[in-house]
């Protein structure tokens, strides 16, 4: 059972969070995460959750956060030992939909893969619409998926349920993917420079951390910015931090209606990467000044920051004016 890992980590159906004006604030939650993980073996399952570098590293920045978007990060690391999570580079997407076709594996995700489509028209894409299981949702605390709870039956029903013992053909695809993911990374050593950090005490752990129905944003002392982070990161990391967090951003604004406005994509890297807090009405000007030299130091680019944003979207989306929309 292949698991789109990022698209439930991201998942914020049941416990979203707005700012001020009413948009969508990124989360992370591990404990769906682990749920799915659980559910799969419980089934009699083996689950292969692929996560992109870049998700993985923005969310293992907020493992000690006291911010309630950000669950127990512990989780994906033990998820991570046990094998049962595999990182890989950028194109997570594309190793979900490349392991599901060659292991001829149920893939659980929300994404309809129509740019991948179209830059790979040789993969077999009525399999994977075969495969490929969208319908699901998380209620009342629960992982529910009537969905793939019949597909797993149909696939699983004579196999001892206690039994979570990988294939070969998918142990040797998980070995080929940290193999693939050894290559991929670059070395975190000698590549690191430090993030500012700000005088704050250690906040406590969000462990067994409890989904809420719209809760509201995290007092400014509780605010989980990167600039608040302490500790060093690789340069690389953090270019895919601020991709990761860019896309993440996209597709959190557009979830109501399908679009933004390109400002409060820009409002959102400000709360992210500069700890911005309260309405943006009110930050002191400059801020989208202060924004470009924060992206600056990382990919050492001297645009604008909408227009890193709109060279930096994601196949997803599109840019019309003053709107990035989902496509």
């Known amino acids: 059972m292949i698991v789109d890992a990022a698209n439930i980590l991201r998942d914020d ?25 659980n559910h799969i073996k419980n089934a009699g399952g083996t689950p292969v959750c692929i996560l992109r ?4 590293h923005s969310g293992k920045k907020r493992k000690d956060s006291d911010d309630p978007r950000f669950g127990d990060w512990n989780l994906v690391e033990a998820g991570i030992e046990s094998g049962d999570i595999v990182l ?16 001829d594996s149920l893939l ?13 028209p040789q993969y077999d894409w009525v399999h994977i619409s075969k495969l490929r299981i969208d319908d699901y949702n998380f209620i009342a ?30 142990n040797a695809s998980k070995s080929k993917l940290k193999e693939n993911m050894a290559r991929n990374s670059p070395s975190l050593e000698n590549k690191t420079k430090s993030i500012p950090t700000s005088k704050q005490t250690k906040p406590k752990s969000r462990k067994g951390v409890k989904d809420t129905q719209n809760v509201k944003v995290p007092e400014p002392s509780k605010s989980a910015s990167f600039e608040q982070m302490p500790g060093k990161i690789a340069p690389d990391e953090e270019v895919m931090i601020l991709l990761d967090e860019l896309y993440a951003s ?11 406005n390109q400002a409060m994509v820009l409002e959102m890297l400000a709360r992210e990467f500069l700890g911005k807090t309260g309405n943006s009405s009110e930050w002191k000007k400059g801020w989208v000044g202060d924004l470009k030299s924060y992206i600056k130091g990382i990919t050492g680019s001297d645009q604008r920051p ?15 004016n003053p709107y990035i929309v989902r496509k």
Do not use: H
């Open 13 to 37: 159906r049941g416990c979203i969070i707005r700012d001020e004006n009413q948009n969508r604030l990124v989360q992370m939650r591990p404990e769906r995460l682990n749920m799915v993980i």
């Open 53 to 56: 570098n870049g998700t993985y």
């Open 88 to 103: 890989v580079s950028d194109d997570d997407d594309m190793y979900c939909v490349t392991l599901a076709l060659q292991t």
């Open 108 to 120: 659980l995700s929300r994404d309809k893969f129509r740019t991948e489509q179209k830059k790979y």
């Open 141 to 170: 605390g629960q992982f529910i998926s009537p969905e793939l709870d019949q597909a797993m039956v149909e696939r699983f029903q004579e196999k001892d349920t206690t039994n979570t013992k990988a294939p070969s053909s998918v």
């Open 250 to 260: 996209l597709y959190s604004l557009t979830a109501d209606d399908g679009q933004c």
């Open 306 to 320: 909408i227009k890193w944003v709109r060279e930096n979207l994601p196949g997803a989306f599109y840019y019309s």
